[in-house]
């Protein structure tokens, strides 16, 4: 039984986890909404009629439902499959989960222009901050993006997809389609890498790069960085237009309850981690995020924050 609570407008919510529970045979639980307490319900309760056992959600869904729970210990034990995707899971966000529901979540990746790309096994070890690995069927090259050469292994470049399930193109956009697309290759526009293990990993889109006296930035490199810090929630990074150095880092940064912290303590945390290019020249602390209905951050609003 399938405990859904994703949005329908969605590839994650319509393909991903409704129409691949019924081509399974499963029964949908189909909720109204997503409300933490009516997802911790239906997750905890493992007797009676149908119990759920899988469920499928983006971080920002986990983390309600961890804040909500706070201290409460119910038994999970009878779920079978947790999985998350549309937006990165923080390694911290990983062990959370997997200390709170007792099963290590499934991270995987898809698109709405190529279905489901990338997952961790079902069996087998799944990597925190990974993607996985390629599904059947699928072909992946890492290009440089200014060269259109092949990166060697454990370098950033473009991920280049090829499947059957890709789409042919952008309906009545022929020039989307042929920026999109290189002899037969869908250009995802994130920028990854691949281990030793041939487990994938995203490491920033490329409109996210921020380009700083020349030099490039990856925002979730800085992200990463701030994320490690005690007391931060999350944090957004983004660049601001500047007339010396172009763009210049800034960040968002969220704080769990009852936290203190300035913007001098992330500062000076981050230039013992990165070259001082990469640190945030100004930071805000706000309440929330803001993201849209699927999780993912919305970097332009961030940016009209810090543009006033």
């Not at 393909?15 to 933490?36: I, K």
Request: overall charge negative; glycine content about 8%; charged content about 25%.
């Amino acid at each position: 039984m399938l405990c859904h609570a994703l949005p329908l407008f969605h590839v994650h919510g319509l393909c991903f986890a409704l129409h691949t529970a019924l081509l399974s045979g499963a029964h949908v639980r189909m909720l109204d909404q997503f409300q933490p307490e009516t997802v911790v319900a239906e997750l905890s309760r493992g007797t009676g009629a149908a119990p759920c056992t899988v469920f499928m959600a983006v971080p920002a869904m986990y983390t309600k439902l961890m804040d909500f729970l706070s201290d409460q210990h119910l038994d999970f034990s009878h779920m079978r499959l947790f999985t998350s995707g549309s937006a990165p899971l923080l390694v911290k966000e990983f062990e959370r989960i997997t200390r709170v529901f007792g099963r290590e979540p499934v991270e995987r990746e898809g698109m709405s222009e190529t279905g489901m790309n990338f997952s961790n096994p079902l069996d087998g070890r799944r990597v925190p901050g990974s993607i996985g690995l390629p599904l059947p069927g699928l072909e992946v090259r890492i290009v440089d993006p200014a060269t259109l050469a092949d990166v060697a292994q454990g370098e950033v470049g473009e991920l280049w997809l090829k499947s059957a399930a890709i789409t042919p193109g952008y309906w009545s956009k022929p020039r989307e389609t042929a920026d999109t697309f290189k002899d037969g290759w869908f250009r995802t526009g994130d920028l990854g890498k691949i281990d030793a293990e041939g487990y994938y990993y995203l490491t920033d889109r490329i409109k996210h790069i921020i380009i700083t006296g020349g030099e490039n930035v990856s925002a979730k490199e800085v992200e990463t960085v701030i994320n490690q810090i005690d007391g931060v929630n999350e944090s957004v990074v983004v660049g601001k237009p500047d007339e010396k150095w172009g763009e210049k880092v800034v960040a968002a940064v969220t704080l769990k309850p009852d936290v203190e912290m300035s913007e001098a303590d992330i500062k000076t945390f981050c230039k013992t981690q990165l070259h001082n290019l990469k640190c945030p020249k100004e930071i805000v602390f706000l309440d929330k995020i803001p993201r849209n209905t699927m999780g993912k951050m919305l970097k332009e609003e961030v940016k009209k924050i810090f543009l006033g």
